[in-house]
Each structure stands twice: as C-alpha cells, then as structure tokens.
C-alpha cells in the first residue's frame, strides 16, 4: 500500500518487489524493479534484485547483463558475486564461478556459509563440470538448499534437507538451518527424530493424515514419557 501511495519512494518500492520476488511472482516483481532503475539508473538494489528475479526466470543472459551493471557500479554486492559464481559455474566455468564465490565470502560471511557449509567450494576446488544428475545424492541435496536460499526468501520449507548427507555434513546443515532460523520462518519435513530435536523449536506430528502432536519437541517426548537425551530412535 506504502509502494502504490508513493510510487517515486524508491525503498518503499524496492521492499514490494523484494516481497514479490520471494513469494515466486516473479514477472511482477521484475516489473517493479524496472519502474525502480527507470526513475534512477544506478539503483544497484534495484539492478540486483532484476537479476536475482531474471534467475528465477530462468534468462540467465539477463541476468548477467544485470549483475554486470551492479558491478560496475559497487563490487562489493556478495548477493551479485554470488549469483555470478552459479552462472560460471553452470555455464562449465567453475574457475571463474570460484573466482566469485571467492569474493562473495569476503563481503559477507553468509556467503562463506553457502560455500562452507553445503559443501560447494569442494567441487569447484577440484576444478570438475559435473552435471548436476551427475552428483552424488549429498551434494544433489546440497545444491538443491544452495538454491533454495539463493534469494534469501522470508519463508522456507524443506524436506528431508540431511537425506544422503554424512555426519559432519548433516552437522553443518542443521548449523546453518538454526543460523537462518534466526530470521527466517522455517518448515522441515523428517523422519528422523534426532534432526527434529536439532534443529526444530516447535513440532507437528502427523499420522494417517491426522495430527496427533502439536508442541515443542521436548515437551512431545515427555507427554510420551521419552528421554530426549538417552533414548534410541524408533
């Protein structure tokens, strides 16, 4: 309502696109952002948030023509270097693409989280362009999360985001979860009663169709008289 009131108030325009991007209305968000650009032609949030949304799109070539116009005019965006590394690298330029992340993590530490955590940084270390249907089940899975969050969407739902995953990894991936939960509204799907209590502040068991638990994990597990802290899984 603010953004149609005052459609010269560029924030208050950028916080609507922002919004519509993040809940999949793509097309009208580019909309917006170009409305943006057109009243300032060196918005880079406005540049920025254009190509995370020409991704979404799929017309990666708009997209980087966009992320080019933010570097030229500020470097140091680690959403845009971020985005342009996944471009090099699913155009078969993982040197390039590292070059990028490289650089993202110097500007943001969430970044360093994307590379680090989901275990990307090793496939570009081993400087290999393997096709995503090409990787093991864990790193499919770490690809599918490094997408899921590539646009820092408000809500996030995830199923069975540890499945394939080792143990450090299925460590890493809960930290971040927690990390991002701290922001964001997070919905897992699992089966594994270990990751619930990891990661989840609040638990809804559903059986047949019905549920039949709605409370903190603790406080389920207690109602039920388990230990959560010495207990096997069943």
């Given at each position: 309502q603010?953004a149609?009131?005052t459609?010269?108030n560029?924030?208050?325009?950028?916080?609507?696109a922002?919004?519509?991007?993040?809940s999949?209305k793509?097309?009208?968000?580019?909309s917006?952002y170009?409305?943006?650009?057109k009243q300032?032609s060196k918005n880079?949030?406005?540049m920025?948030?254009?190509?995370?949304?020409?991704?979404?799109l799929g017309r990666?070539?708009?997209?980087a023509r966009?992320?080019g116009?933010?570097?030229?005019?500020?470097?140091?965006?680690?959403r845009?270097?971020?985005?342009?590394?996944?471009?090099f690298?699913?155009?078969?330029?993982?040197s390039?693409?590292?070059?990028?992340?490289?650089?993202?993590?110097?500007h943001n530490?969430?970044?360093a989280?994307?590379m680090?955590?989901?275990?990307l940084s090793?496939?570009?270390?081993?400087q290999?362009e393997?096709?995503i249907?090409t990787?093991?089940k864990?790193?499919?899975?770490?690809?599918?999360?490094?997408?899921?969050?590539?646009n820092?969407p408000?809500?996030l739902?995830m199923d069975?985001?540890?499945?394939?995953?080792?143990p450090?990894?299925?460590?890493?991936?809960?930290e971040?979860?927690?990390?991002m939960?701290?922001?964001?509204?997070?919905?897992v799907?699992t089966?594994?009663l270990?990751e619930v209590?990891?990661?989840?502040?609040r638990?809804?068991?559903?059986d047949?169709g019905r549920?039949?638990?709605?409370?903190?994990?603790?406080?389920i597990?207690a109602?039920?008289g388990e230990?959560?802290?010495?207990?096997s899984?069943?």
């Amino acid at each position: 309502q603010l953004a149609d009131k005052t459609p010269k108030n560029a924030e208050f325009r950028l916080g609507f696109a922002d919004n519509l991007r993040r809940s999949g209305k793509f097309d009208q968000a580019a909309s917006v952002y170009d409305d943006v650009i057109k009243q300032d032609s060196k918005n880079v949030a406005a540049m920025e948030g254009k190509g995370l949304t020409l991704m979404n799109l799929g017309r990666a070539d708009e997209a980087a023509r966009s992320f080019g116009e933010v570097m030229a005019l500020d470097s140091s965006r680690w959403r845009t270097l971020n985005a342009l590394g996944i471009l090099f690298t699913a155009r078969g330029m993982p040197s390039e693409g590292r070059q990028y992340f490289q650089e993202a993590t110097k500007h943001n530490i969430a970044s360093a989280s994307v590379m680090n955590n989901l275990g990307l940084s090793y496939a570009l270390d081993r400087q290999f362009e393997p096709a995503i249907e090409t990787l093991s089940k864990g790193y499919k899975r770490r690809v599918g999360i490094a997408q899921a969050i590539l646009n820092d969407p408000e809500v996030l739902i995830m199923d069975e985001p540890t499945d394939g995953l080792d143990p450090n990894q299925k460590h890493q991936v809960r930290e971040l979860i927690t990390e991002m939960a701290k922001e964001k509204a997070i919905i897992v799907s699992t089966h594994i009663l270990e990751e619930v209590e990891a990661v989840c502040t609040r638990a809804i068991v559903i059986d047949k169709g019905r549920i039949v638990a709605d409370d903190a994990p603790a406080a389920i597990a207690a109602a039920h008289g388990e230990d959560t802290n010495n207990r096997s899984s069943r």
